[in-house]
């Protein structure tokens, strides 16, 4: 099985383009934010404990993190169909954690073999993340304009009243959330540079330019 790390910005597609190569190439996706929001909103004691840390844009503590990635990793094997591939979305999103990364898939037999990193003017995503809502029954996200009535089905799942903003799309969360990536997990990048496993992709093309470039960049390493 090979791995991609898959980076960049918030706001800037991980989890929509990470989304399409599980469902056109059967990746297994890890997400550790949507694990743990489900937390959250499940109201475990792990989501209780995390939920204002996230809702600030801080970062979760690593411990916990890897906690989640391992348990994600065991119960996803198998998952992949025809690709093989397992993509990580957000994590690692700090230096440590990038050894941590290392250490947890030596331990299975795997390594990172590529890292994709999406790019994007930090405007650009402020403006996007400020229109981005989403589905707490199906998870689903979407753009829109105004706040949604309260009489809005989602037009995924059809659950009525359930499309809300996250919570760290709040504005002052999403500035924090710049500071963050730019002071912890910016260098991430240099970290996969120099080991020669960086490419990356400009994040404001179109999802199907983005999605070509990335399966290309993927097709390579499968
Ligand atoms: P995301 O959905 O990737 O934007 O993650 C949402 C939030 O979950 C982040 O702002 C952090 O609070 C937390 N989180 C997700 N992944 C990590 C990680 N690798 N390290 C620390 N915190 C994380």
């Given amino acids: 099985m090979k791995v991609l790390v898959l980076t960049g910005p918030p706001g800037v597609g991980k989890g ?14 890890i997400s550790t934010g949507a694990v743990l929001r489900s937390e959250v909103e499940s ?26 990635l391992q348990r994600a990793l065991v119960s996803g094997k198998g998952a992949p169909r025809g690709g093989g591939i397992v993509v990580l979305d957000g994590v ?17 037999g795997l390594r990172v073999d590529l890292a994709i990193a999406l790019v ?16 707490s029954a199906c998870a689903s996200v979407f753009s829109l304009e105004d706040a949604p009535a309260s009489d809005l089905r989602c037009p995924t799942c059809g659950a009525l009243g359930a499309v809300k903003r996250r919570a760290d799309d709040e504005p002052d969360s999403i500035r924090h959330r710049f500071m963050v990536y730019d002071a912890s997990t910016a260098p ?12 990356q992709i400009n994040g404001l093309a179109s999802q199907e330019e983005v999605f070509a470039e990335l399966k290309e960049a993927v097709d390579r390493i499968l």
């Fill in 120 to 135: 994007a003017q930090v405007e650009e995503l402020v403006s996007r993340l400020s229109r981005r809502w989403s589905c």
């Fill in 43 to 68: 109201r475990s004691s792990l989501g209780r404990q995390v939920e204002a840390t996230m809702a600030a844009g801080d970062l979760v503590e690593d411990e916990i993190i890897f906690m989640c």
């Fill in 188 to 199: 991430v990048l240099s970290a996969f540079a120099s080991r020669g496993l960086l490419k």
């Fill in 92 to 108: 690692p999103r700090n230096l440590r954690q990038v050894g941590m990364l290392d250490d947890a898939l030596g331990e299975v």
């Fill in 16 to 29: 929509t383009q990470a989304s399409l190569l599980k469902e056109r190439i059967g990746a297994l996706h």
